[in-house]
């Protein structure tokens, strides 16, 4: 059965010190009360080192929060999923709405890395999910639909198995307003019957299916509550332990 998981993003926070302290809060934390899901931390690439040897990645994943779209040359300021693997790293976060806002990121780039990410042996957490102006415009299941079609429906089952998926919709990202329980729901149900149809049930059945935007130690368990909600990517509340212990602590 499908993992249940609580992602922190840490986005472009924290110095290197600050991260590690971090970390090892969180550590200890967990130690001290062990978690009923698997729980993971996006640090930004400098500190992928040492807070992989700061913690027990059995008790807490290290994750990037991007990888290069090539695999290594002439590319300055990039990163490739081989060189985060060689960190000890075993997730990478890829097509945050940052990334496809800021950075040029389409859904055929996002295809390559997908790729890249997977046969570096690294666990994708792939982001998707609808800005306000489509979701008004009630086109958010169809882009949705087109953002998994275009970067994943190229993977074999196998490989399909092996990605974890975020829905954020976009309004709802460090704006404070979350996305309802119904409509979490709503969207995550509708994103495994896509995954059903394409990869058959039980395959739609192993993929934890992720809620991002604006998840904090208040609602979390409301979100997580439903049936198809298997956890969180949570950005702002993941920065400080005693908030992304909160909403561990809600499986
Ligand atoms: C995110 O950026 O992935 C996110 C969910 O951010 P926040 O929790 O701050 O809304």
Known sequence: M?????????????????GVELAKELQSALQAEKPNCRVVIGTPFIHLTEVCKTVDQDLIG??????????????????????????GARYVILGHSERRAYYGET???LKTKTDLA????????????????????????E????????????????????????????????TGKTASPEQ?????????????????????????IL????????????LFSNADVDGGLIG?????AEDFRGIISAF
């Open 62 to 87: 290290v994750s990037a929060q991007n990888c290069a779209d090539q695999e290594s040359g002439a590319y300055t300021g990039e990163v490739s999923a081989e060189m985060v693997k060689s960190t």
């Open 184 to 208: 979490a729901q709503e969207m995550h149900a509708f994103i495994r019957k896509v995954l059903a149809d394409k990869y058959g049930q039980d395959v739609a059945d192993e993929i934890s």
């Open 118 to 141: 997977l046969k570096n042996e690294l666990t994708p957490i792939f982001c998707i999910g609808e800005v306000l102006e489509e979701r008004e415009a009630d086109k958010h299941f």
């Open 2 to 18: 499908r993992q249940n998981i609580v992602a922190g993003n840490w986005k472009m926070n924290k110095n290197l010190q600050e």
């Open 107 to 109: 859904n055929e780039i």
């Open 236 to 240: 702002g509340a993941s920065l400080k």
């Open 143 to 174: 882009i949705v639909k087109s953002q998994i079609e275009e970067a994943l429906f190229h993977l074999s089952a196998d490989d399909f198995k092996k990605i974890v998926l975020a829905y954020e919709p976009v309004w709802a990202i460090g």
């Open 211 to 222: 809620y991002g935007g604006s998840c904090k130690p208040g609602n979390a368990k409301e």
